[in-house]
């Protein structure tokens, strides 16, 4: 696993902090596992399957699905990297 530099250098974890680890829980088949590790875990595959499947398929709604999957992961990822400083 690489090393976060954001808590070796300020030691607090970075709004990526434990998407490695999330991803490794899913390749293992534990996806509760994987959510609580790292929340926006979900949104950002779906995200990137959207994309994905736009870039082949050409999708007729992809923009308004990019957004939601967008907005929602940010969303995520922020409510999880202030509830870890407040822990």
Known sequence: ??????????????PGCGLQRSILLLLNGEFIAAFKMYPAIYPLLA??????????????????????????????????FFIKLIH
């Open 47 to 80: 995200l990137g399957c959207v994309i994905l499947l736009n870039k082949i398929l050409g999708l007729k709604y992809a923009t308004q699905m990019i957004m939601g999957l967008s907005i929602s992961s940010v969303a995520l990822i922020l409510i999880n």
């Open 1 to 14: 696993m690489l090393p976060c530099f954001s808590k070796q250098l300020f030691g607090i974890d970075c």
